[in-house]
């Protein structure tokens, strides 16, 4: 069971009573995780009476833009005066899912300049942001259930509604595959009864989440797995490239390789798995995932300018998509005594 120190929850409830107007941002390329716990909990705070704005970097992938409120959320890359407006006349800002302000990309220079006071509640390791109160657990799962455990210690659940908890059960979904992976914690389950009580329809939710594909993204996705997919048996891995051009030629849209990085993991034998994207001509965005103890954090920490969890996290290449893959190559020798180490 979570706890969390009585004076953190005191300060926390303190800082949220006294202001009137409150900011929330998640980081960028905003997954699941980081776009519901910023709906819910700005529908939760719009239930106490506060004015609150929820302020992404970038555009949230289109296929979450079904989740309340999210066409409500201020893209600072879109509205960078509204943005920055929301910043500079915020009582308090509140920064969700991301430890380092590096995180929020150009968004966190107008957080710098901002003179509120930083509440922070995120999941992963080693956080960066020494705010007026953090809450850093990297033992939970996700950062919606670290939030709604937060409103629960705070008492302020009660203002949590159907709309809200609709939101944070989407991101304690998508940050375990549905309860596949990272859910082994009891808490997890009572916080979701408590979210259904509320008017979560999950079946409907994961309909969404899982089940509701565009046509291009079941076209790219195909395509990605029958020409792009390469399994190197030697090396225990799998990796997967998509060059701009092909992003263009299948109409790509944000979020319509969610999920690929994944698939290859399903194959006996391999133990990670990596996704390399160009996104411009010099920009290849890397995904990792890995099962067992091996640390993909690790690779995309050291050589890619990333982070996130054990199984789970990216990084970047400022560079083109050939010479992006020849560094991921090289990192393989490296790679190959992380599993000896493991006993993989």
Partial sequence: ????APDSIRQFCE????ARRIAIVCHMTPDGDALGSSLCLMHTLRAMGKHTVAVTPDAPPRNLTFLPGASEITVASYHSERAKYTFLNADLIICLDF????RIDRTAPLVQAASAPIVMIDHHLNPVINGAVNFSHPEISSTCALLYLVLE????DQFIGKDAATCCCAGMMTDTGN????ANDPQLYRILSQLMQRGVDKNELYNR???TNSLGRIRIMGYCQYARTHVLPEHRCAIITLSLDEC???GYAKGDTEGLVNVPLSIPGVVYSIFLRQ?????????MRSKGNFSVKQLCEQHFGGGGHLNAAGGEVHASLDEALAQVLAILPEADSMLEHDGQ
């Fill in 99 to 102: 430890n380092d302000l590096k």
């Fill in 153 to 156: 210690a705070a008492g302020l």
């Fill in 179 to 182: 309860f596949a992976y990272n």
């Fill in 248 to 250: 263009r030629d299948f």
């Fill in 279 to 287: 996104d411009e001509p010099h920009y290849v965005k890397i995904s």
């Fill in 209 to 211: 989440l899982f089940n």
């Fill in 15 to 18: 800082l949220v009573n006294d």
């Fill in 1 to 4: 069971m979570t706890t969390f």
